[in-house]
């Protein structure tokens, strides 16, 4: 994080526009008292700041912005482009995206764009250009925030004008309808183009889906091209900021990570000068910390480690899901102090003052509809005093020697009609994995399958359907040099294109496994298959026929269509090992089996440690060590280190108990 960014940060989007003038005064008084020190302005606010065509109005952020510095609040500025205001939409109504059956979407809400219409990425480089000429000088504006979700929630638009741009797009990559048609096996079903304008965007079709290749390709699209909407914008405040001197102001926008299956992060990463994320519970879910701690030990990952900052989670219930269950007392402040613990050097919320009327009026905020008398209110003022008292910490780094792959290609092309089953699912594999790393205090970085990957010592592949040759090769490359790789099933089966390697499942991975798959035996909705290795272990989802040639078996089938045969195997390559799990196991046999694939590897699975006790360690660039002890449970837990707990400044021994519902955040004696 960038000195410009006050560390730790703390705030929230703020939206004054909602409010008549007389407000913000009050506002800023309030946020000095909560300890805010940024808020994130101007999110929502085209219609605002460009009431019409080609006039600009700054009055309200000149008089907001004026405010914050008296309370001396920071303001990271957005330009509004994922607000479209209704004069934009009336004078382009074409502008509207356009779904893969045809419907056009209305306005009357928000992310009501075309990606590629020329006149929206005309209107949002105007504007963007208009804020960065008015404010890039301005000290108070310490970084930018370029839209907001890029991505969701419409990711796609299957009009003309998009169209029109995917066929650019394919161009660029194939030169030659040969090459695509080959790439897209279009000789099926009689697919061949001859012509370019004969491609369209995937729509909707009789057999329920379109050419699988054809549909890869246009996500990549989709990603590729929502990227330049963020950088055209970045590029002109980046321009903006050079021009006065200040080329050190962060510039960047909010993912949604895990939560947006329409953009792949990993190339946007490259693109920010500091990862920042949203992340919301899944309410109703037990257990959601566990979530949470995947999402930001991920959003560590984007940018290499480096410190980052939660750019919006929520002080208690949201207003969208099915049920929008309320955080209970003391929840808030572990959500927060997690991220903080897995590197986040800023902690924000949506958003300041919960709005009276609109779309999200029941979503909670730090400044609830009941004003100051209310618990959140309390919980949020001292959640300020918290983040203070860790100032030291803005740039401490965490370290892991594990990694879990994550590739949004894989996700896009296994989760298409036409699989073995329809249980087969990207984002249940990589929770299902993490949450035992998790429960057993393994720190987690997640790296793409292309990367580096020699700093580790344990590699865990929960699902890679998808697997390009050179990403095989680097996974061999990676054991063969001493490491641990641990890969479940179906991975490794289609190449880029979504075509089968051919010579045997699966595919490109066999010979890093040591096995082939002859037949794929997936099980039947609520089937268990027994597994020998344990009294009561068993999978679920799928199974395999399975010939070994070189690995060894650990676990069997002792039931299911696969009965007898092997069901979690071992193979040595060179100086390391490969793992093999063609199941989805109970939890505590996965749990069983990534501790044995850990302690091979040499890393620390501690199954003694309470798992409701969430233990994480920051190091700072000089040495010191601090280590975030969040105890999610109802009973006190052991803290198995000594040192002084910043949080209240006392003396901590080893075994010193944490509280149940509480955090002690100790640096740790030298």
């Not at 994080?1 to 009050?26: F, K, S």
Request: charged residues 25%; aromatic residues 10%.
């Amino acid at each position: 994080m960038t000195d410009h960014v006050r560390p730790l940060a703390y705030g929230a989007d703020y939206n004054p526009e909602q409010w008549p003038e007389q407000v913000w005064a009050e506002d800023a008084r309030l946020m000095r008292e909560a300890g805010v020190n940024l808020v994130s302005l101007g999110i929502f606010a085209w219609a605002q700041i460009e009431p019409e065509p080609g006039v600009f109005d700054f009055s309200l952020l000149d008089k907001v912005i004026a405010h914050l510095v008296e309370a001396g609040v920071d303001v990271d500025l957005a330009t509004p482009t994922a607000a479209p205001p209704n004069w934009f939409l009336t004078q382009y109504p074409h502008v509207r995206p356009v779904m893969d059956d045809g419907v056009v979407l209305a306005g009357s809400s928000r992310q009501t764009y075309c990606p590629h219409s020329p006149e929206y990425r005309e209107a949002c480089l105007r504007i963007a250009g208009k804020l960065a000429e008015r404010y890039a000088d301005h000290p108070a504006v310490t970084m930018w925030h370029v839209h907001n979700e890029y991505g969701s929630p419409t990711g796609e638009c299957y009009c003309a004008v998009s169209a029109a741009a995917f066929r650019e797009w394919l161009r660029a990559k194939y030169h030659t309808l040969d090459a695509l048609n080959e790439a897209w096996t279009a000789s099926f079903w009689g697919q061949l183009h001859t012509d370019w304008e004969q491609i369209d965007t995937p729509k909707r079709t009789p057999m329920a889906d379109v050419n699988p290749a054809h549909r890869l390709d246009f996500r990549r699209f989709i990603s590729d091209t929502t990227l330049e909407l963020y950088t055209g914008q970045r590029d002109v405040i980046k321009a903006a900021l050079a021009a006065v001197g200040r080329t050190d102001v962060p510039v960047t926008t909010n993912f949604q990570l895990i939560n947006c299956k329409a953009l792949d992060f990993w190339a946007w990463a490259r693109e920010v000068d500091v990862a920042a994320n949203n992340h919301y519970l899944t309410a109703e879910a037990p257990d959601n910390h566990i979530e949470l701690a995947l999402t930001a030990d991920f959003t560590r990952s984007m940018r290499r480690g480096d410190p980052w900052i939660v750019m919006e989670h929520s002080t208690g219930a949201v207003s969208w899901q099915p049920r929008n269950i309320a955080k209970r007392p003391g929840e808030m402040r572990r959500n927060t102090l997690a991220h903080v613990a897995r590197g986040a050097d800023g902690a924000m919320f949506f958003q300041w003052r919960a709005s009276r009327g609109g779309g999200e009026k029941y979503h909670s905020a730090m400044l609830p509809h009941g004003g100051t008398e209310t618990r959140i209110w309390c919980e949020a003022v001292a959640l300020g005093a918290d983040l203070k008292a860790l100032r030291e910490i803005s740039g401490a780094r965490v370290t892991s020697d594990t990694a879990v792959l994550w590739d949004w290609e894989s996700w896009w092309a296994l989760e298409q009609v036409f699989r073995p089953s329809v249980d087969l699912a990207y984002k249940e594999r990589q929770l299902a994995y993490y949450e035992q790393l998790w429960r057993a205090h393994v720190q987690v970085d997640f790296a793409h399958p292309a990367a580096d990957l020699s700093g580790y010592r344990l590699v865990v592949v929960p699902q890679m359907y998808l697997c390009r040759e050179q990403w095989a090769k680097n996974l061999r490359d990676y054991v063969a040099g001493g490491g641990t790789l641990v890969v479940s099933y179906f991975s490794g089966i289609v190449d880029e294109d979504d075509a089968v390697h051919l010579g045997g499942y699966p595919g490109v991975l066999r010979e890093a496994l040591g096995l082939t798959v002859g037949e794929f035996l997936p099980l039947r909705s609520g089937e268990r298959a027994g597994l020998t290795g344990g009294d009561e272990s068993y999978g679920t989802v799928w199974s395999e026929e399975i010939e070994l040639h070189g690995a060894e078996t650990v676990y069997r089938f002792s039931g299911g269509p696969a009965a007898g045969g092997p069901a979690v195997t071992r193979n040595r390559v060179e100086d390391g090992t490969v793992w093999y799990v063609a199941t989805s196991p109970d939890a505590a046999t996965l749990r069983e089996i990534l501790r044995a694939a850990a302690e091979g590897a040499g890393v620390a699975f501690d199954t003694e440690t309470p798992d409701t006790l969430e233990l994480v360690e920051r190091q700072s660039a000089e040495g010191t060590r601090y280590l975030f002890a969040i105890n999610h449970g109802e009973q006190a837990a052991l803290i198995p280190a000594a040192g002084t707990d910043l949080l209240t400044g006392e003396r901590c021994a080893r075994n010193d108990d944490v509280p149940a519902g509480s955090v002690r955040v100790l640096k740790l004696d030298a």
